[in-house]
């Protein structure tokens, strides 16, 4: 079960990826060639967990530090990571790289992404993510976002046989861009 759901997550994200590649390639903005720190804080709600039960839950809070880079002066995508660490619970450490689509609007940039989503301690689980993410440049290179990830966990020691866990979060956060 768990080679026919990674299948299914690589395929998604290799059609995600393109997706991301092509709406970039025809809908180039000028935008300067841009690399951004961020940190952000989060928090959500999960369904399924360890317990193999579907209840609905609150997902463990989480800080996390990223890292973005413009794909060339000529492009629209975003391609970065992140770091992440949850306060709650048993303080899970994971990584999420991440690609987005930067999208002008006026002073606010509209950021639909995909990413995959690794937690490698104390328990390991993996999974596809899909984020929005809305920024307002505040001063200068300095902004503040939210941004809205739902990801699925379909694999990992902590991911029930034949079943997923499912987290949607909604963060706060502020970058600098340089």
Known sequence: MFVRKAALVRHALAAAAAWLALSG???AQSL???DSVAALFGAGLQRGGPTG???VRTAPMYIEASV???AGEDSNLLLGGSLR???EGVGEVGIVPRAELRAPLGAWDLRPGVGLAFYVSPHTLIGPALS???RRALSGR????GMLEITAFIGGDDVPDDASVLVGTLGVGVDLEF
């Open 132 to 134: 929005l993410c809305l």
């Open 32 to 34: 300067p060639e841009t």
């Open 25 to 27: 390639a025809g809908h």
């Open 142 to 145: 300095f902004g503040f976002f």
């Open 85 to 87: 660490f949850e306060i």
């Open 53 to 55: 039960h579907s209840v």
């Open 68 to 70: 973005r880079h413009l």
